[in-house]
């Protein structure tokens, strides 16, 4: 059963470019989230999505980053005209349908995006 | 004021030492909460899930929480060269109708053989 994925894990891009990183969430998961992590700053939210739907974007910067979980495929977060304060680790979970007990998101391996 | 405050270390430790990882939070709202282990270049696994007061053991590993001090602890026994990893607390919150997570920055530690 293989776990999230994320691709590219690695990827480089030059100032005013635009980023695209995938994630497929584990099989039968319907929720996705997306995080960000810089060195001693630990994990930001960003968004949280489920299928066709955004539920959370507090986490999002306005401007220039964008995510969607479409109907089929994987979920895309989306950085238009990098800039280099977006280099940084990128991490999608995905998660069951919630209940009200035991609940855990489960992490890809990151997607990590330098910009020159 | 953050959510939720850890000490990043790093913590370095000889091979077979008691490890005392702990966060504070501010947030009284917070009802579970978790540790997750970090190995560099990889994302976070989940290593202990609480939801009240008290301690839970898995193995070399105890998750305490202590709610009306708004403390967790996670203790790690005969520490092991393989626990050299980041780890991070994070909790969970009623946020909107569905549960929201929140991070502690981490805490880096090296087992040294």
């Known amino acids: 059963n293989a776990g999230v994925m994320q691709n590219p894990r690695h990827l480089v891009r030059r100032r005013g470019q635009e980023a695209r990183l995938r994630c497929s969430p584990m099989k039968g998961h319907s929720h996705v989230y997306w995080y960000r992590q810089l060195p001693e700053e630990g994990l930001k939210f960003m968004v949280y999505?489920?299928?066709?739907?955004?539920?959370?974007e507090s986490g999002m910067p306005k401007e220039r980053f964008s995510a969607e979980f479409p109907k089929e495929g994987p979920s895309i977060l989306r950085i238009q005209q990098v800039v280099r304060g977006d280099s940084a680790a990128y991490f999608c979970?995905?998660?069951?349908?919630?209940?009200?007990?035991?609940?855990?998101?489960?992490f890809g391996p990151g997607t990590r995006l330098t910009v020159l | 004021q953050k959510e939720v405050e850890q000490d990043p270390g790093p913590l370095s430790v000889p091979e077979g030492a008691i490890v005392s990882l702990n966060c504070t939070y501010s947030n009284s709202a917070f009802q579970y909460f978790m540790w997750y282990r970090q190995y560099s270049r990889k994302g976070p696994e989940l290593l202990m899930y609480t939801y009240s007061s008290g301690n839970k053991e898995d193995g070399r590993f105890t998750a305490q929480v202590d709610k009306s001090s708004k403390y967790i602890s996670l203790f790690i026994r005969d520490s092991q060269p393989s626990d050299s990893a980041t780890y991070l607390c994070?909790?969970?919150?009623?946020?909107?109708?569905?549960?929201?997570?929140?991070f502690g920055t981490g805490t880096k530690l090296q087992v040294i053989p």
């Open positions: 979970a995905s998660s069951a349908e919630l209940a009200g007990g035991r609940y855990e998101q489960f």
């Open positions: 999505l489920q299928k066709e739907n955004i539920i959370d």
């Open positions: 994070a909790m969970r919150r009623n946020s909107g109708g569905y549960q929201k997570v929140t």
